[in-house]
């Protein structure tokens, strides 16, 4: 019988933030997959699940989903890596395929489910917390209550208009990927007359530069920045 | 020396879908903890942890938070609430209060943490699984992918001008209590030149009535219901 392919949200980077069902899940399958966008890069995903999961039995395997310009060389990269799947699942694997956070945040895991289910195996999501919602434990704040509406809106050139429409419609606002933005967030907060006091930033947590707290606007940000804005306080 | 008190966020319904921490706290604390609208209504939120967390030995207890429309009558209620925690935390008692879903999505746990931080207690929120997250997974969909955006708005009377601004301008629209509302969204998706194809009803998950798929105008959604749109399909 074929295996089945499972794709499994395993927090935002705190071991103890996995699922039980995740931990259970990879506990029993015997291949552990990880993609990557270049040979060798490693897996953060991987690494939270070590001090639980023990992997020293189980075949680990990356999966190249290369992110070349060239349209060719993607998509030849993903029907090796499909291809390489389904040869697992024939051979009665199952594959836990571990991804950061929630599975369907920014994740490229959707695209594989998709392809595989259409190959006709079977497939499971297994989703996870995402990295907002352990900012705004964190940080101490609610992410939304009563009948409030939540934006969530990656940092990028072409989003400047989306931000601005979160920032005039939603009473509260997720900027994620904002570790270079601080100081145009807070421009734009400023121009809306929204103080920046409302702002609480979520930077890094539980790696170097680890930082919660107000928006300064010239102060060094890690990687992993997220800004949480609460217009109403 | 004084407990602690621990917001535990228990995820969208399924005890699979609770987090180690979440687990182990709630073993170490001496109280678990619910809050409750009406006395004795019972919470889904303790049901959900029954099966991998031996509570026989731990003091169970309901905190009353009254949804009274009088003013007063909801403020005494949540002072006293507030004083029998601090009681208990004064007694050296750790509290764990659990609560559905996130601990930051639609949870009054968040201003109980405010205020027992402002009488000088310690406490921890521990995020859970938000149901949109757990929705998306069962659907087979991303939330968001590449520098999509993500509105999540709650069907309320107020808010139809909001859903509206997000259909407008989000390529993903989470909505949330849209149990009795699924004519209407259909009819405002119409309205904006959004196929009804592109829209996935989610509808309590676990429970009776149990529904994921297309939206259909003409038929009982239970109460636990959410759609999510995403208008580039």
Same mark, same amino acid.
């Given at each position: ?10 927090? +935002? ?8 069902? $995740? ?21 953060? $995903? ?10 020293? %039995? ?8 290369? =992110? ?12 090796? &890596? ?10 009665? %694997?199952?594959?836990?395929?571990? !991804? ?7 994740? !490229? ?8 289910? &259409? ?10 917390? +995402? ?22 809106? +990656?940092? &990028? ?8 429409? $979160? ?16 100081? =145009? ?10 103080? &920046?006091?409302? $702002? !609480? ?33």
């Amino acid at each position: 019988m074929a295996g089945k392919l499972y794709g499994i949200g395993v927090g +935002p980077g705190d071991t103890g933030l996995m699922t039980l069902r $995740a931990k259970e899940v990879l506990e029993g399958c015997g291949v552990i997959a990880y993609p990557v966008k270049r040979p060798g890069e490693g897996s953060v $995903a991987l690494d939270i699940i070590k001090p639980v999961v023990d992997i020293s %039995e189980k075949s680990i395997e990356e999966f190249l989903f290369s =992110m070349d310009p060239d349209d060719s060389v993607r998509e030849r990269c993903r029907a090796e &890596a499909l291809d390489k799947m389904c040869m697992l699942l024939d051979n009665g %694997e199952d594959i836990a395929m571990v !991804t950061l956070g929630d599975v369907g945040v920014y994740s !490229t895991y959707m695209y594989i489910d998709r392809d595989i289910r &259409a190959r006709g195996y079977e497939t499971e999501v297994i989703p996870g917390i +995402p990295s907002f919602c352990h900012g705004a434990a964190l940080a101490g704040i609610p992410l939304m209550i009563g009948n409030e509406g939540l934006a969530i809106v +990656p940092v &990028a050139k072409e989003n400047s208009r989306l931000l601005e429409d $979160a920032l005039d419609n939603f009473d509260n606002i997720v900027v994620m990927k904002a570790f270079k933005s601080i100081g =145009m967030i807070l421009d734009m907060m400023e121009s809306k007359g929204i103080p &920046a006091d409302r $702002a !609480t930033v979520v930077s890094n947590v539980g790696m170097e530069g680890e930082y919660v707290g107000p928006m300064v606007r010239d102060r060094d940000y890690g990687y992993f920045t997220t800004v949480i804005i609460k217009k109403k306080g």
